[in-house]
């Protein structure tokens, strides 16, 4: 056996992309001659329904005990009947937080095959490969205090420099895998927590002499995601600045419905596509699978050190997206007709063809 996945597939279109992900899954265990033991918990709004909570005890156990969890998505507020409302999203914060993954990798690439379906110019957004690293476990999300009280709202923004220093550290390793850049976006004309920031950042770049450093206001960065993508290597965020960046960033390559995602830092990583719960499109099958297959591709890569195997997954899309196929969010006119979840799935798992009969002889 090599290893054990919690599978949470979520609400929304949630199940429907994880399906996909799970049968390339299966097609690789097949082809390379993998066993993984898979079990399924219950996670989101789906889980308030039947346990009253978001992220339930039964869950906990389960994540803190396998290698990986891949989760689909989770969403859609419910009012419980005895209780108030519950946020699902909250689970997925409680998550990260359980299993220590303060480092979230979002790789957004647009390679040749992916051009079409950018809703930019190709010559603009060719080549772009970047990869956002968000710290995702501090800042606003979590910092208290936070409440609404007498017509008053606050939340509070909140790092130490520890908290800094380890998630530039991870987007300082990560640039020497890559082209040896590291962007590292603040507000420090503006944020007392920003203005640490860039110094523990500055900090940490000339530990890095080998890397090309340089901050930026996360305005200007909105902007220069659009206008110039290209220049960008590794981008080093705070959690919300990450969040919101990353959405951008997403469309520089069709859709957010293309992006993977890792949290890791902890004993147990964590694997999820980018986008949410697209309770537009949920139950019609239509969703696109790509951004959970290629978080298949992360969990393989990151967790089971099987990169060979990765890679393979993220060949077989490139050629399913060079051949023109497309779900309904890439649709870009004048090619073949949008393929449904389902349909991309296949088209993967086909994709993937054989691996050579003779590497796999030799390693067993
Ligand atoms: C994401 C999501 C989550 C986040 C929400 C659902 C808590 O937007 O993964 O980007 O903000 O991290
Ligand atoms: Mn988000």
Not at 54 to 74: F, H, I, Q, W, Y
Not at 141 to 161: F, K, L, M, Q
Not at 178 to 201: F, G, H, Y
Not at 313 to 318: E, N, R, S, T
Request: glycine share 10%; aromatic share 6%.
């Amino acid at each position: 056996m090599d290893g054990r996945i919690l599978v949470l597939p979520g609400d929304g279109v949630g199940p429907e992309v994880l399906r996909e992900a799970r049968r390339v899954l299966a097609a690789i265990e097949e082809l390379y001659g993998h066993r993984f033991d898979i079990i399924e918990g219950s996670m989101g709004a789906e889980a308030i329904e039947r346990f009253g909570t978001p992220l339930p005890e039964e869950t906990r156990k389960l994540a803190v005990s396998v290698d990986a969890v891949l989760l689909g998505a989770v969403g859609f507020a419910v009012q419980p009947a005895n209780g108030p409302t519950v946020d699902p999203a909250k689970g997925l914060l409680e998550l990260r937080e359980l299993l220590g993954n303060y480092a979230n990798l979002r790789p957004i690439a647009v390679p040749d095959t992916v051009v079409g379906t950018s809703p930019f110019r190709a010559d603009h957004v060719r080549g772009v490969d970047l990869v956002i690293v968000r710290e995702a476990l501090g800042g606003i999300y979590y910092g208290r205090p936070r409440g609404i009280e007498n017509g008053v709202a606050y939340d509070t923004e909140i790092y130490s420099e520890a908290e800094i220093r380890r998630i530039a550290e991870s987007a300082f390793e990560l640039a020497r895998t890559r082209r040896r850049k590291v962007t590292s976006i603040d507000k420090a004309n503006v944020l007392a927590s920003s203005v640490l920031w860039r110094r523990i950042t500055g900090e940490v770049a000339g530990q890095y002499a080998d890397i090309e450093f340089a901050s930026m206001f996360v305005d200007n960065c909105a902007m220069q995601l659009i206008s110039n993508p290209r220049q960008f290597d590794v981008l080093l965020t705070n959690n919300m600045f990450g969040d919101i960046l990353s959405d951008e960033a997403a469309v520089l390559c069709g859709s957010l419905g293309m992006l993977p995602s890792a949290s890791v830092g902890g004993d147990v990583g964590l694997y999820e596509p980018v986008h949410g719960t697209a309770p537009d499109i949920a139950g019609k099958g239509i969703a696109n699978p790509v951004g959970a297959i290629l978080s298949v591709a992360m969990m393989l890569d990151l967790t089971f050190e099987l990169p060979e195997e990765a890679n393979a997954i993220g060949d077989a899309v490139a050629r399913v997206l060079r051949d023109g196929y497309a779900t309904a969010d890439l649709w870009a006119a004048g090619g073949r007709a949008p393929v449904s979840t389902a349909e991309m799935g296949t088209l993967v798992v086909g994709a993937l063809g054989t691996p050579k009969r003779a590497k796999r002889e030799q390693r067993c």
